[in-house]
């Protein structure tokens, strides 16, 4: 599976972005989805999961509430939408792909990972 990420920008605090991840070569149908990020001099850290059909998803409590993970599977692609963003969103954003029974909060799990997309938040 190709993973591609898109949607990053700079946005002021409060404002809005939507990431969405498109994948080539396999279907994302068979795979739960996740989105990390990954800020300066931080570890990678866990934003959101989101199961096979969509019913099932996860978030970290940093973003609860303000972020919103989708997949649509017509289309091969997984979305995330930011709103409310804050100065601490500031990351690289990755998307991933895992194939376990259940959706996981942790990055070892996942099989594919694309490239990242950088998401600025101005204050």
């Known amino acids: 599976v190709q993973l591609q990420a898109s949607g990053g920008g700079v946005v002021q605090a409060g404002g809005s972005l939507r990431l969405s991840c498109a994948a080539s070569?396999?279907?994302?149908?068979?795979?739960?989805m996740g989105w990390f990020r990954q800020a300066p001099g931080k570890e990678r850290e866990f934003v959101a999961a989101?199961?096979?059909?969509?019913?099932?998803?996860s978030y970290a409590d940093s973003v609860k509430g303000r972020f919103t993970i989708s997949r649509d599977n017509a289309k091969n692609t997984v979305y995330l939408q930011m709103d409310s963003l804050k100065p601490e969103d500031t990351a690289e954003y990755y998307c991933?792909?895992?194939?376990?029974?259940?959706?996981?909060?942790?990055?070892?799990?996942?099989?594919?990972w694309g490239q990242g997309t950088l998401v600025t938040v101005s204050s």
């Open positions: 991933a792909a895992d194939q376990a029974i259940v959706i996981v909060t942790t990055a070892a799990p996942y099989d594919y």
């Open positions: 989101i199961s096979r059909s969509g019913t099932v998803t």
């Open positions: 070569g396999r279907t994302l149908r068979s795979c739960n």
